[in-house]
């Protein structure tokens, strides 16, 4: 079992930057693939970013390229580092891993079997 565990989320004001971090432990070996994932109030969840295991490849959504970058550290932890925040990024924001390897990120819910349990990230106008 793979346990994943999100911080980092709270109320800014729009044009801030916030820090999400994704720590994971669970099993020998603690490099993941990691997608980051948010979901509004009456949306469905929707991609954001995401890392394979060796931090070699990134993709971010087209929404939030350009403010949000996708990272790891030499400890594993993978952060979201967002920039000049809006309103419409509020949301739960979700870290999900997953074990394959090589180049692998998933863009897809579907595609990773490991979630946490969320942090909210709330940006006021």
């Known amino acids: 079992q793979v346990q994943v565990v999100e911080s980092g989320g709270r109320l800014v004001q729009a044009g801030a930057s916030l820090r999400l971090s994704c720590t994971t432990s669970g099993r020998t070996s603690n490099t993941y693939a990691v997608g980051w994932f948010r979901q509004a109030p009456g949306k469905e969840r929707e991609f954001v970013a995401a890392?394979?295991?060796?931090?070699?490849?990134s993709d971010e959504a087209d929404s939030v390229k350009g403010r949000f970058t996708i990272s790891r550290d030499i400890n594993s932890t993978v952060y979201l580092q967002m920039n000049s925040l809006k309103p419409e990024d509020t949301a739960v924001y979700y870290c999900?891993?997953?074990?394959?390897?090589?180049?692998?990120?998933?863009?897809?819910?579907?595609?990773?079997?490991?979630w946490g349990q969320g942090t909210q990230v709330t940006v006021s106008s």
């Open positions: 890392m394979n295991w060796s931090g070699s490849k």
């Open positions: 999900a891993a997953d074990t394959r390897r090589s180049s692998w990120l998933g863009v897809q819910t579907y595609e990773y079997a490991y």
